[in-house]
């Protein structure tokens, strides 16, 4: 793990782009089926907890490369606007911080805090994200 966190360590704040979405009115209503919310607003506009879907996929298997066991630790989401239908979103990640710890039985644990930032095809701030992943 410590050799995991050396390797991040390099990388905090460094912005990268992780890639741009095609957000389509099919993708919003299985979205919206898939977390069982019936609301009729979601035919055009998509469920904000959609929004940290987008391209975590993309991060993932670097971490999970760097360390052999990775949890949820936290999300905190902050809308700016709504998602629509037709819109290219824009996905863009940082590590914005890497906490050691040792619990209970010595074990270490890392804290990465990632931070993506969502954008549409105007350039418009969509929505921030911050996420909380526990190591080891």
Same mark, same amino acid.
């Given at each position: 793990? !410590? ?5 991040? *360590? ?7 782009? $992780?890639? $741009?979405?095609?957000? *389509?009115?099919? *993708? #919003?209503?299985? +979205?919206? =089926? ?10 055009? #506009? ?7 879907? %987008?391209?975590?996929? =993309? #991060? %993932?298997?670097?971490?999970?490369? @760097? ?7 936290? !999300?905190? @989401? ?10 290219? #979103? ?8 890497? &906490?050691? &710890?040792?619990? *209970? ?5 890392? +804290? %990465? ?8 095809? &105007? ?6 994200? &911050? ?6």
């Amino acid at each position: 793990m !410590t050799e995991g966190i050396a390797t991040l *360590k390099d990388s905090i704040g460094v912005e990268r782009e $992780v890639g $741009v979405y095609e957000i *389509k009115r099919a *993708k #919003i209503a299985g +979205f919206a =089926r898939a977390i069982g919310d019936p609301n009729p607003l979601w035919q055009d #506009i998509a469920p904000p907890s959609l929004i940290p879907t %987008l391209g975590f996929a =993309r #991060i %993932l298997p670097e971490l999970i490369s @760097l360390f052999p066991t990775l949890l949820h630790g936290s !999300t905190e @989401l902050e809308c700016h606007q709504p998602v629509r239908a037709g819109d290219r #979103i824009k996905v863009s990640s940082k590590l914005a911080n890497i &906490r050691q &710890r040792t619990v *209970k039985d010595q074990r270490p644990v890392a +804290f %990465l805090t990632i931070e993506l930032t969502y954008k549409n095809q &105007r350039e418009e701030l969509v929505a921030k994200c &911050r996420q909380v992943l526990i190591a080891q």
